[in-house]
């Protein structure tokens, strides 16, 4: 049946496919079309879905980090000074819930084949229960709108919010008919990467329901919500494993892997250098020109949560390695070298020089030479560099990065499975799953073959391990401000504040060359360090020619004050509805805990 009263320009002029294309996911803009067209023609309806994918899909979460102790960032959040409105995805995400919504009104009112028809369907109804549940992890309960509604009816566009557990019972039941329309692998492997299968909505089902069960949702968790999260990651890891699905070999290079045989990725975001990101130009050391250089400066207090090379914490006493706040690098998870970037680092990046003049990475005080990159150094002494691509060329080239996002790896699958047998008293199996991250990572086995994990532990314990085991996973993939406030663990940060280093040349620096440039006497340390004669693994020369001091990163916080704490305020578990969506639409309740508020986005 025709859907009445839609602004056919609206609909159709970001219509971006073409028949020709050889990727079903490449966009290119056409003229409009008329509406009776589109729902007849597969291809003009792919290029409907393709929009909605482009809108929907999430990119890398390049803001995410500084909410959270794991990287430096002055956020409003964090000091418990957000304003309300300021978490405004509200409007712009029931748009494409419209478009979505439409796509579903009208695919079966022309003559596109039934099953190319389930395919679309079965996408769209994925996207329509993420954006729900990115609504509903912001907001709480919000407004089922699941049909098309006529704009020149006021009435019908004003509704109350739907509870939060009516909302949840939609986004699942929008998964699972997802799941049965899908197919688990699509026969064009290659022109397909990138399209959503079922083994993907699986997976998000899986995180929708640990999410449902975690302390965000049910702060006294009595609700008995877990069994549903272990039976949901479960499903899923058993249906990606028989599609061959798995942990990536290579925890540094799965990045860089972006063939449709990549194990690890289950649900992705493509780019292309036509359809590139600036990510890697925002953690890459600053150039001039990027205008970047601002995201995922990692924290000691992240440098520090990683354990040594067996898997023991730095400050266990029964690690075989002995840990020196010096060359804190030295024997740590291989995770480390591969997220973490320091001062005298080995980072090969094709930056120009004197930006970079060996394969060394320099943060302390004046260490780019140039005044104006200089006053960009990384505040904590620390990058991230994480799935950086070294090759692409420095500078404003670094802006169009091609790497692709992958908003869901096998090996959340896997924790998110651990976490929940956990809580459901399967800690045995809880502990084989860590165990294949631990491995997939390099830690050492020992004798015991726990990898550094505490033999023993408990629900609380493990829980624990869990979500250690996360936060070092995931560094720089938005999990971690995620788990924080789905477990509504802000609370044990609260009070704290996060640190770095401020690292300064001392006099054996400033004599390596008899000239009075800077530049002079860190090539001549570079020369020393690739010629063998000079051994920064060696604390004791390592102070030679540094001198460390810590310093807080958080506002008014530097060497000698530690400036304003983590405050993250209760209320912050769920948002305020931004107002100008309150003034179109009378009927919505404000949040608990906002000014006016009294809905509970716990029922």
């Given at each position: ?248 070999s290579s925890f540094a290079d799965l990045w860089f892997d972006e063939s449709d045989a990549n194990p690890e990725a289950i649900m992705i975001k493509r780019y ?332």
């Amino acid at each position: 049946m025709k859907t009445k009263n839609i602004n056919q320009l609206v609909i159709l002029c970001f219509l971006l496919f073409v028949s020709c294309s050889q990727d079903p996911l490449d966009k290119r803009p056409l003229e409009a079309i008329s509406e009776d067209v589109v729902w007849n023609d597969e291809n003009l309806a792919k290029g409907f879905l393709n929009n909605i994918y482009d809108d929907a899909l999430p990119g890398w979460p390049t803001n995410a980090s500084q909410l959270t102790d794991d990287a430096n960032g002055q956020n409003s959040v964090m000091y418990g000074e957000a304003q309300p409105g300021s978490q405004n995805i509200y409007g712009s995400l029931y748009r494409t819930i419209k478009d979505i919504n439409l796509l579903l009104a009208n695919i079966d009112s022309g003559t596109i084949d039934v099953e190319a028809q389930n395919l679309m369907v079965g996408q769209a109804l994925f996207f329509r229960a993420y954006l729900y549940f990115r609504l509903v992890s912001t907001y709480g309960g919000v407004p089922l709108v699941l049909e098309v509604k006529d704009k020149s009816d006021v009435e019908v566009l004003q509704i109350p919010r739907n509870k939060t557990s009516e909302c949840i019972a939609q986004i699942l039941k929008d998964l699972d008919e997802a799941a049965s329309l899908l197919p688990e692998v699509y026969e064009n492997a290659g022109s397909d990467y990138g399209r959503i299968t079922s083994g993907a909505v699986l997976a998000y089902k899986g995180r929708v329901l640990l999410h449902y069960a975690s302390e965000q949702f049910d702060p006294a968790q009595d609700k008995g919500r877990w069994q549903a999260a272990y039976d949901a990651n479960k499903a899923a890891k058993t249906t990606l494993e028989a599609n061959g699905k798995g942990l990536h070999s290579s925890f540094a290079d799965l990045w860089f892997d972006e063939s449709d045989a990549n194990p690890e990725a289950i649900m992705i975001k493509r780019y292309t250098l036509d359809l590139s990101h600036n990510r890697d130009a925002g953690v890459r050391p600053f150039i001039v020109g990027t205008n970047g250089e601002s995201f995922d400066k990692a924290t000691l207090n992240l440098v520090e949560s990683f354990p040594m090379k067996d898997g023991r914490s730095i400050d266990d006493a029964a690690s075989t390695y002995a840990y020196d706040p010096t060359t804190f690098w030295l024997n740590r998870d291989p995770r480390f070298e591969a997220t973490i970037a320091w001062n005298g680092s080995v980072w090969p990046l094709n930056n120009p020089a004197p930006n970079r003049t060996s394969d060394l990475e320099w943060t302390f005080d004046e260490s780019a030479i140039e005044a104006q990159a200089d006053s960009r150094i990384t505040p904590t002494s620390f990058s991230n560099r994480k799935a950086v691509d070294g090759s692409i060329e420095g500078g404003a080239a670094s802006l169009s990065s091609p790497t692709d996002w992958i908003e869901i790896r096998f090996a959340e699958v896997v924790l998110n499975l651990a976490e929940a047998a956990n809580e459901i008293g399967q800690t045995a199996e809880a502990y084989d799953l860590l165990v294949l991250i631990r491995a997939r990572a390099g830690i050492d086995a020992g004798g015991d073959n726990l990898y550094g994990l505490q033999p023993g532990m408990g629900p609380d314990q493990m829980r624990d391990a869990i979500l250690l085991e996360r936060r070092l996973e995931f560094v720089g993939e938005g999990k971690r401000s995620s788990d924080l406030r789905r477990r509504r663990l802000y609370s044990t940060i609260n009070g704290t504040h996060r640190a770095g280093y401020r690292i300064t040349r001392t006099a054996a620096f400033d004599a390596l060359n008899p000239s009075a440039e800077i530049l002079d006497d860190r090539i001549a340390l570079e020369q020393g360090i690739l010629d063998g004669s000079i051994d920064l693994n060696d604390p004791l020369v390592y102070n030679t020619y540094f001198t460390t001091e810590l310093r807080s990163v958080e506002r008014f916080g530097n060497v000698t004050d530690d400036g304003d704490p983590i405050n993250y305020l209760d209320h912050y578990y769920f948002y305020d509805i931004p107002q100008d969506d309150l003034n179109k639409n009378p009927e919505l309740e404000q949040t608990s805990g906002w000014p006016g508020g009294n809905f509970d986005p716990l029922q």
